[in-house]
């Protein structure tokens, strides 16, 4: 059969332009087909609008621990359309970056939605490509909770966007997205409640971790709402109604209804049954090297059941890529991803939480923690307090998983990632000398 391409990627997201970049470089012809704009849910609605907003509303606490430093007068007024402007400017900058880069690697770029006719053919805007090889990194999109009055609701597309920012909001969900929000527009003044149906926000990471980000959160007057989900959402003259399950709760009223309940794979349109990709509960079904039940049809990223984070997206596709042109690969190793909050205060974690641990290794495992208060908060009266724990096993000393919170955190924990992937035990961590004063020296005295 004669193709038009030997690789075409569907989606210009982290997923699909690593993969379209390391396509290029070993000579292949590689197409990328994107709907939108290049980046991705990273670049336009994710990651990088979402840091951009974390350090506008930085600027707050900033500015009033500049105070306690000497400083006077320090202007303090926020023109949220004016960080908009910026923010667009930035993103626009960071998607030319991407277009220049795929350009210089010969990739070719198709504007438009694509779908399958066949196992071999897309469909781009009635232009038909055969392809020898797809690979799908359509990513994903928000998921809303089927309740009544839903549709008042915004997801983070919506919020980043938000013309006014709300007096008052309430946050459906307590993951790392919402938990986010609620920092940055607590940050901006906003009256600010987090409904999550667990018993504590952050589910996944380590307990003490959770219940640390938790406090913090309330002591900046976040209001959070454990064990609770929202039953109906309903427009009054007072603002938007939200009713929580549970007689005894009484009603929230807010201006803006954020929903930040996960995210689903960009499926629906794609028309996989004709090309016979099968699904695992709404993402597409892969095996561990990222190949779907067509072997020339590889998927990865958000629209598969894995990781959803940026640099696991990039991972799966340059590993995707190597194994689908037949080069030496490495499987992603998901057990060694780090992830942070971008809350106030932050939080970062790699490896296993202490309930991990203990359910793995028993009672072999230990912890140790250290807590600290940062340099920079011992001028003021808030003394903003952090920790550092190791989760090691105490039987070899080795380093099964790295937790902090407070100033730096993200930062600090991408230090130890080497440590936990080479091994490391804790005694080799102290040994090791660190950068005096730094938030990162916690990090060596545990
Ligand atoms: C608010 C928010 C904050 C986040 N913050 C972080 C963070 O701090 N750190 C982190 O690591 N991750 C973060 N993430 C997650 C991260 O953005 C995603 O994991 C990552 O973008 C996934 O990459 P992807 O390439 O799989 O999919 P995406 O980035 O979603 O890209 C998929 C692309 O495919 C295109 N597409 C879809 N269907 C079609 C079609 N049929 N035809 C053509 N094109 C199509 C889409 O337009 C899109 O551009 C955040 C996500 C959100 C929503």
Redesign the pocket.
């Known amino acids: 059969m004669n193709y038009d391409f030997d690789l075409f990627i569907?989606?210009?997201?982290?997923?699909?332009?690593a993969a379209a970049k390391r396509a290029a470089q070993q000579g292949v012809k590689v197409a990328i087909?994107?709907?939108?704009?290049?980046?991705?849910?990273?670049?336009?609605?994710?990651?990088i609008?979402?840091?951009l907003m974390v350090y506008a509303a930085d600027y707050a606490a900033a500015l009033h621990n500049a105070t306690e430093y000497g400083w006077e007068s320090c202007a303090s007024q926020f023109h949220w359309q004016k960080f908009l402007g910026k923010r667009d400017q930035e993103v626009q900058r960071l998607r030319e970056v991407q277009e220049q880069a795929l350009e210089k690697a010969g990739v070719e770029q198709i504007k438009?939605?694509?779908?399958f006719l066949d196992a071999h053919t897309l469909v781009?805007e009635d232009q038909k490509y055969k392809a020898k090889q797809v690979l799908i990194?359509?990513?994903?999109?928000?998921m809303k909770p089927d309740i009544p009055g839903i549709e008042y609701a915004l997801t983070?597309?919506e919020l980043?966007n938000i013309e006014h920012l709300p007096n008052r909001i309430a946050i459906i969900g307590g993951g790392?997205?919402g938990i986010?929000?609620a920092s940055v527009l607590r940050g901006f003044g906003c009256d600010v409640a987090v409904v999550s149906r667990e018993d504590m926000i952050l589910g996944g990471f380590d307990d003490e971790l959770r219940s640390a980000v938790q406090e913090g959160l309330t002591q900046r007057g976040i209001k959070i709402f454990s064990d609770t989900s929202p039953d109906k959402i309903t427009k009054t003259p007072e603002g938007l109604c939200v009713q929580l399950a549970g007689d005894s709760i009484e009603p929230l009223i807010a201006d803006v209804v954020l929903c930040?309940t996960g995210?689903s794979p960009?499926l629906e349109?794609?028309e996989l049954e004709k090309a016979g990709v099968e699904f695992d509960q709404k993402a597409i079904a892969v095996n561990p090297q990222s190949c779907t039940n067509q072997p020339h049809i590889y998927a990865?990223?958000?629209?598969t059941n894995r990781?959803?984070?940026?640099?696991?997206?990039?991972a799966?596709?340059q590993a995707a890529v190597d194994i689908m042109l037949g080069k030496p690969s490495q499987e992603v190793d998901y057990t060694l991803v780090p992830?942070?909050v971008?809350s106030r205060p932050e939080a970062a974690s790699i490896g296993l939480s202490e309930a991990q641990a203990k359910e793995k290794y028993g009672d072999v495992v230990e912890c140790h923690r250290q807590d600290f208060v940062p340099l920079r908060y011992t001028l003021g009266e808030q003394k903003q307090q952090g920790f550092i724990k190791l989760v090691v096993n105490g039987k070899t000393d080795r380093i099964l998983g790295i937790h902090m919170v407070g100033e730096s955190a993200e930062e600090v924990v991408q230090c130890g990632v080497i440590a936990l992937q080479k091994g490391a035990t804790r005694k080799e961590l102290m040994e090791a000398i660190a950068i005096h004063p730094s938030a990162a020296e916690e990090l060596f005295s545990v």
């Open positions: 569907i989606g210009a997201g982290p997923a699909g332009l087909a994107e709907q939108n704009h290049l980046g991705g849910c990273c670049v336009n609605r994710g990651c609008p979402k840091k438009g939605h694509t779908k781009v990194a359509v990513g994903g999109k928000p983070s597309d980043l790392y997205i986010e929000f930040a995210r960009n349109t794609l990865v990223g958000d629209c990781l959803q984070l940026t640099p696991v997206a990039r799966e596709g992830s942070a971008l």
